[in-house]
């Protein structure tokens, strides 16, 4: 063979072989502050350096988020604890490989100046989506103020929706958020809405997980510990290089870095060694099975599911503990 046409022969074949060295891994999210490691290992290219070709499909309704993994439209999501409880409900073999956050006041209930505390709600328009994190946080702030969605007008409504419609004053509250939650709060100079519930007031209530079906987990094991590698390692820049982190999940979810800065105040990103934990039976809801029960009590009384889940078959901390080790 001409020397010539061996070199391009060789180049070619290292090429094939690197495009094909990366497994494509696809997953669902919707945009939401606490997943910004895997925006930064997005923008950094952390994934490829894990032999993965990552794609982060955002959706607009959470709601659809389990539907998606079901149907295999994709491998795994990004989704809330509660979410995954009641696919498993449902039948879905879903399991929570890693823990990813836990909303520290991202979430919340807002609402006009007319209202000041969540029995003020009581026969008011909620815009909220319905099956999704701001549905569980406006039903467990009514049930601890012991009210319930009929006390209330629920009005079913994307997240991103929210703003403009209490903008319009077509509702008087909403629950959602961020980033929505601080565009709300910045509507004519702070002095239109404010919040009257927070996920800070309740903390791993709402946590944010990494989803996998038992079966993709079964036949795709490295693939899974490498995109927990690939987060590791985006947290890690963030922590290290918290101005240009903010710079890239800015770029990835539509917002100025310095609000980037702002949004992670409301959300706490849970650190390698503290991962083990949600998984470990505990006495607050940072751990899955407390704050399981309470979602398990809360989705019942909804009727959004017909019996309790059992929260040890919703989790697989294999994973976490051989990167821990």
Known sequence: MDIKKLIVAVAFLTVSFSAGAATPVKIALTTWIGYS???VADGMDMYKKQGLKVTLQTFADPAMLPSAVASKAVDGALMTFDQVIG???QGQAFKVVMPIDYSNGGDAVLADMSINKITDLKGKKVAYAPLSPSDFLISYALKINGMSDKDISPINMTPEAIPSAMASKAVPAGTTYEPNVSQILGMNGGKKFHVIYSSREAPGLIA???VFDEAYIKKNTKQVTALIKAYLEGLAYMNSHPKEASEIIGKAIGVSGKEVLEQLKGVYNIPLNEMAQPFKRGKDTKSYFVSG???N???M???QIKKPVAIKTTIDDTFITAVMK
């Open 37 to 39: 490691p895997f925006y």
């Open 87 to 89: 696919a498993v409900a």
């Open 208 to 210: 944010d997980v990494l």
């Open 293 to 295: 029960e309470v979602i």
């Open 297 to 299: 009590e809360l989705l």
């Open 301 to 303: 009384k909804s009727g």
